[in-house]
């Protein structure tokens, strides 16, 4: 009888090599092995992509959140807003679990909701959305002339902080008086009192 636990064997290594696959290529066996290795791999992708949806909202709800308390004090709901939740599937934005707001409040949330998406996109590398927004109506719902100065300054401010390639483009009719005659405009100032001929 031969002893395992102190003879010659006790310190041997032992591999075990082959060359191929010594299951046939269309066994039962070979297909289940396949077919489990292929599930772990999507199940890891899918937690993957789970974790950094959370990543995403979770970060565009705290760039939301300081970009409202950004704006003029006139809505109560954006100077206290602690949460913001949204829903692609519902297009809804929530402000505290509020979505009534008045007309221009709603202007300047729309608004601030695509900023933040721009900022959260140039914060986490692995979002993919183009880093291009046209923002049109910046003046729409009645929209005060110092608040809309005031999204525009906010517009630029945060553009400035972004440190890779975007374009933004914002129409206004209401222009803030900063960027009147800086690098930033493009075309004319229209006066419907200046006639064109």
Do not use: W
């Not at 046209?134 to 440190?163: F, P, T, W, Y």
């Amino acid at each position: 009888m031969t002893d395992f636990n102190g003879g010659a064997l006790f310190n041997a290594e032992f591999g075990i090599r082959h060359r191929g696959c010594t299951v046939p290529e269309r066994s039962g066996v070979a297909l289940r092995f396949f077919r489990r290795r292929l599930n772990d791999i999507i199940g890891g992708l899918e937690r993957k992509q789970e974790k950094r949806k959370r990543e995403v909202s979770a970060k565009l709800s705290e760039n939301m959140v300081a970009l409202l308390k950004k704006d003029l004090h006139l809505q109560p709901g954006f100077i206290n807003a602690s949460a913001v939740d949204f829903s692609f599937i519902d297009n809804t934005v929530l402000v505290n679990g509020s979505r009534n707001f008045s007309e221009s409040s709603a202007v300047v949330l729309r608004h601030v909701f695509h900023l933040a998406l721009l900022k959260t996109s140039t914060e986490l590398p692995y979002m993919r959305v183009p880093r291009f927004m046209m923002l049109d109506g910046i003046d729409d719902g009645g929209m005060e002339k110092e608040r809309s100065h005031n999204l525009q300054a906010l517009i630029v401010s945060e553009c400035e902080k972004i440190g890779v390639p975007f374009q933004v483009i914002y129409a206004t009719s209401e222009i803030n008086p900063e960027f009147q005659d800086g690098e930033l405009v493009v075309g004319r100032y229209f006066n419907p009192e200046i006639s064109i001929s």
